[in-house]
């Protein structure tokens, strides 16, 4: 920004200037032409009269020359608080004349630093400074004072006032408080609250520590940063110790292991140096698991498995804090991790095409292909599964995270998902193993029967009786309580989509009537024939614990051709979302909003559980890049914005620190996704990028604001020295035109000293 | 190349150099070429006698043929000698860019000129090449050796002197001639200051020697003008307390033609009170015709400047 106190255009503009006077005397000193003269004793008693002058001439020039260029850069500089309605008198009242002094009370701004004077109080004596110098330049402005930690404190406002003595006062009686900073607080109190309106502010004086930067990534897409674009300059006045040491937990999640870690960033001066006493508590309990000392804390990552031991029942939130640390830090908010559920699913291939391109199983990679979490499946042939099952020592040459040997042998533990294919002949311990599988609630088992299955030890397996294999025809998919007019979903698919989808020509030659179906079971997905009964195809049942989905058809091109429309991979993929878990935890801001694409959660009934029970429907948050400003919770019908792709859901905020779970609607796949995409909400992202605080501080303040807010960051011993200086640096008087005056005036000046420059005068050419 | 130019010395037939000693010291038979009205020496030629021209000289017998007045020359005996002085430092090696030929070459077409007015009238003539000291002499005589030996002398000569050392150079050729002569220096009368070259003039003169002072000139020197403006970096000609300086001309260019002409007046003016004849040549005009000029306008006292 072109701004006075930005260093870079303030060393941009010295070294312009610079430049023109190393060209200056540069291109005296270029003397090409080189040759004898006779009478070199006259040219030097000349030169030597009138060295002095030229000197002084040479220099005058160099002089002028530099200060016309830092003129034009001061020129378009211009000052930070310009164009404020403070310098007209006569229309007081009508413009910007108010200016709000926003100060950080936060727990860290009462760090006490070298000179034992806490944050807090510098605060109070560059308030008080800046107050002066806003009555000396903008002899009837308002002064209102507002605090923060994490929040705007309600308590802690004065309205925009004329009495000086008064916001002293105010700030005589600002004390800190044991809470966390978050800058975004002050942002949407002011942009939001619209007191006095975004516009009408003359300038925002924002009085920090910058212990940390505080805003996280759906603040920075916030409404505030499209209201402020042409809104007041924010100054931020660091009123810290200067150092800009923080630290900061985070979480660290290993996606092939299925880890987390913890790791503690340092950023400052101290990195590295001071020891960091790290503990760790159970979250709901508040018992403490570990208490560690982390020397070297720059590059300290501590794997999880070291405080919770084994592999736990359930995730359990941790709190993990710094204690006794020394440093200006005031983020003492718990971060909030626990393990993951692992997830995978098997699927044993019973008729494995000849070919690659052939066979159940191809289709189904095929439809998986684009699903985020396609990599975690893992793939066998029957004949392989039975081997396994049969010889338990031998090691099967499948390899990857979800490997089949390890899957198999370690039983429930690691594949919670498995999918038989067509399975001709599963051995009886493989069946056994299958029994014992669909004992627990949390496993999921998909069968597709095909021409080879072997239906009887399935039939037993699933409690269910298979008919002799029948013969369908062309006909019509349809799902129970989708109806033409409904707007509704189905996976990716709107009702119209599904309407304009050639239905009808899917053909199911082939399939095996399911009889005997137990109550609990219930018919997802039919194929309707006209003049017939309603065929089903996708049933899902409750057998045991687990939750099994039988497909009385197969995938193989000779019992359907399913698999060459556009509606194969939509319900593939609806149906493998059903049952399989999340494998990985979706992490979040705690105090954030979960914002996912339509296309991906599909309904617009999807609603979010928290740890402690409470379901969190679709909003609008205020900042959300939905909301465009309003207010509120909304329908659900509503709360899915944009268009076609673009669409998104927005639910929130996620208060508590934890897991936090979906919970779809009323319609029949419904149930099928309870354990979809878990969200863990933390407090601070593990992965945003911070090397200086400070410059952490602009660019998140750059997205927050947008581009073309006004802002900036000074060192307040640099500016509140000189008063006369600051009021000159912040004054909203209008230099430009008598900067542009000096140019034009420089340049004439110079113009007059080259043609009075010794040796110009009287020149014969 | 050689410096004995056939049309130079062309433009010179039928000229003479008069000493003005020759003049004053008439009775006491001083002279360099003359003919005086009653020597006992012999008869040469008649010569046309022009104002300032000693009436008792008319031969009135042509007169009473003609009816004009003839004067008649003698070969008179030669107690003076012409000693054509040439400064050879670096600095006569100077051409700007507007001249036709260095002030070296244009001295010595000029030198050789003045060899062969004085070997034509029948005068002793010898020649002498100075710098830093007497780099080269050849004593006077008559006889049209001369006039080769001293072409062939410059032809030759190459190696210029580093520095212009007036005084001692005056001096040791002062201390070669006990007679007194009449001694044409051909210079451009760079010294370390200006005081230099007139004082050693001066200490000359006091030998009784007349002298004459031709000042070889290029115009850049005098003008400081055609060259392209810019910075330039000159080096010095000659070794001695100039050092090298970078100079734009046109910033002193006018100054400096100022101080030149005070300086050239000066030096004129100090020569003058001396009775030391001084003309200035410019090396942008042909050497035969501004010698010729010369030599004509001192026959009939007219302005030494060239």
């Known amino acids: 920004m072109l701004s006075f106190f930005s260093p870079l255009y303030v060393t941009a503009g010295i070294a312009a200037a610079g430049f023109v006077v190393f060209i200056h005397y540069y291109s005296r000193r270029a003397a090409r032409r080189e040759f004898a003269f006779s009478n070199l004793r006259l040219l030097r008693e000349i030169l030597y009269a009138k060295l002095p002058k030229k000197r002084l ?44 002094f926003v100060v950080d009370v936060s727990y860290s701004m009462g760090f006490k630093d070298a000179g034992g004077i806490t944050a807090l109080e510098r605060v109070r004596q560059a308030a008080g400074l800046t107050a002066e110098v806003l009555k000396r330049t903008y002899r009837n402005c308002r002064i209102g ?9 309600g308590n802690l406002i004065l309205a925009p006032t004329h009495d000086i003595v008064l916001l002293r006062q105010s700030l005589d009686r600002l004390a800190v408080l044991p809470k966390q900073t978050g800058q975004a607080a002050w942002v949407e109190w002011l942009a939001a609250g619209k007191r006095d309106g975004p516009h009408e502010i003359g300038g925002v004086f924002v ?8 805003f996280n990534d759906e603040q920075k897409n916030s409404p505030p940063s499209q209201l402020n674009r042409d809104g007041p ?21 290993d996606e092939n292991k299925g880890e987390a870690e913890i790791r503690i960033d340092c950023f400052g001066d101290d990195r590295g140096k001071s020891p960091v006493a790290l503990r760790i508590e159970e979250a709901e309990k508040g018992s403490v698991l570990a208490a560690m000392r982390v020397n070297d804390c720059q590059a300290s990552t501590v794997p999880l498995e070291r405080f919770l031991p084994g592999a736990p029942a359930k995730e359990r939130a941790l709190l993990l804090k710094l204690e006794q640390d020394r440093l200006p830090i005031d983020d003492t908010r718990p971060l909030a991790i626990a393990r993951p559920v692992r997830g995978g699913v098997l699927i044993i291939d019973g008729e494995p095409g000849r070919r690659a391109d052939e066979g159940e199983s191809f289709y189904v990679r095929e439809a998986l292909k684009s699903m985020r979490y396609a990599g975690r499946w893992s793939w066998i042939v029957e004949e392989e599964a039975n081997r396994i099952f049969n010889e338990p020592s031998r090691s099967a040459g499948a390899s990857g995270p979800n490997s089949v040997p390890e899957a198999l042998r370690s039983g429930a533990a690691a594949a919670q998902q498995i999918w038989l294919l067509n399975a001709h002949k599963p051995a009886p311990a493989f069946v056994s193993f299958l029994r014992n599988f669909i004992q627990d609630r949390r496993h999921k088992l998909i069968v597709s029967l095909g021409p080879g299955s072997d239906l009887k030890n399935l039939g037993e397996l699933l409690t269910v009786l298979f008919g002799q294999a029948q013969e369908a025809g062309e006909g019509r ?90 509606a194969f991979p939509v319900i593939i993929r609806g149906l493998l979302e059903a049952v399989v878990s999340e494998p990985l935890a979706r992490e979040a801001q705690v105090g954030g909003y979960w914002t996912a694409p339509a296309q991906t959660l599909g309904y617009s009934s999807v609603s979010l559980i928290s740890p402690s029970g409470r379901k969190l429907s679709p909003t609008y948050p205020s900042h959300s890049p939905l909301g465009r400003g309003q207010l509120g919770p909304t329908t659900p019908r509503e709360s899915v914005g944009g268009e076609g792709d673009s669409g998104f859901i927005c ?61 900036t960051i000074i060192p307040m011993s640099e500016v509140f020295k000189n008063p006369k200086k600051a009021s000159m640096f912040l004054a909203a008087k209008e230099i430009s035109r008598p900067v542009l005056l000096g140019v034009f005036l420089l340049l004439a000046a110079e113009s007059l000293v080259v043609l009075l420059k010794p040796g110009n005068k009287g020149t014969r050419h | 190349m050689s410096y004995l130019d056939p049309e130079v010395l062309a433009r010179l037939e039928g000229l003479r150099l008069y000493p003005r000693f020759a003049e004053k010291s008439a009775a006491a038979g001083s002279k360099l070429t003359h003919s005086a009205k009653g020597s006992s020496l012999e008869f040469v030629d008649y010569k046309i006698y022009t104002p300032g021209d000693d009436p008792r000289r008319i031969d009135w017998k042509v007169f009473g043929r003609k009816d004009r007045y003839f004067l008649r020359s003698y070969e008179g005996e030669t107690n003076c000698n012409l000693w054509v002085v040439l400064d050879a430092s670096r600095s006569m090696s100077f051409k700007g860019p507007q001249a036709k030929m260095s002030k070296w070459d244009f001295a010595c077409k000029t030198a050789l000129g003045l060899v062969y007015v004085a070997l034509k009238n029948r005068d002793a003539c010898g020649l002498a090449l100075f710098a ?146 001084y003309a200035v040549f410019r090396t942008l005009e042909d050497p035969g015709s501004a010698l010729a000029r010369y030599l004509t306008q001192r026959s009939g006292a007219g302005p030494t400047e060239f």
């Open chain 1, 233 to 253: 300059p924010i100054i931020f006045i660091a009123a810290g110790s200067g150092s800009g040491k923080n630290r900061r937990l985070a979480a660290v999640y």
């Open chain 1, 57 to 100: 001439a040479d220099a005058l020039l160099a002089f002028l020359r530099a200060a016309a260029v830092l003129m034009i850069f001061l020129f378009l500089a211009k000052p930070l608080l310009r164009g404020v309605a403070g310098r007209d008198e006569s229309r007081r009242g009508r413009g910007k004349d108010v200016f709000w």
């Open chain 1, 207 to 214: 009085f920090t520590d910058m212990a940390k930067h505080g």
């Open chain 1, 477 to 566: 998919l349809a799902i129970k309580g989708l109806r033409q007019k409904d707007e509704k979903w189905l996976g990716n698919f709107s009702a119209t989509i599904f309407n304009e989808t050639d239905w009808r020509k899917i053909k199911v030659n082939k399939y095996f009537p399911a009889v005997n179906l137990p109550d609990s079971s219930e018919t997802l997905l039919a194929f309707e024939v006209p003049g017939k009964e309603e065929i089903p195809l996708l049933i899902k049942l409750n057998s045991y614990q687990a939750q099994i989905f039988l497909l009385t058809t197969t995938i193989d091109a000779g019992w359907t051709n399913l698999p060459f429309k556009g």
């Open chain 1, 651 to 711: 639910l929130g905020p996620l208060e508590e620190p934890g897991f936090y779970k979906f919970s779809w609607g009323g319609l029949p796949v419904s149930g099928l996704r309870e354990e979809l995409p878990q969200i863990l909400a933390a407090y601070l992202p593990d992965n945003a990028p911070e090397s200086d605080l400070t410059r952490a501080v602009g660019r998140d303040l750059k997205v927050l604001l947008g581009a073309g807010a006004k802002w």
């Open chain 2, 132 to 277: 830093d000291g007497l780099l080269e002499i050849i004593r006077p005589k008559s006889s049209w050796e001369i006039l080769s030996q001293s072409a062939h002398v410059l032809d030759s000569f190459k190696s210029f002197g580093l520095q212009t050392a007036f005084e001692k150079s005056f001096k040791s050729l002062a201390g070669e001639t006990a007679k007194r002569s009449l001694m044409a220096v051909i210079s451009d009368f760079f010294g370390s200051n200006t005081e230099e070259p007139a004082g050693a003039f001066e200490a000359l003169a006091a030998e009784k020697h007349e002298l004459l002072a031709m000042r070889i000139v290029d115009p850049f020197e005098e003008e400081l003008s055609g060259l392209a403006p810019g910075p330039c970096r000159l080096l010095p000609l000659e070794v001695g307390r100039e050092k090298a300086m970078e100079i734009d001309f046109q910033e002193i260019q006018s100054e400096y033609r100022q101080r030149w002409r005070q300086e050239e007046q000066a030096f004129a003016r100090r020569l003058g009170r001396r009775r030391i004849d």
């Open chain 1, 145 to 153: 004072l507002l605090s923060f930690s994490d929040a705007v404190e």
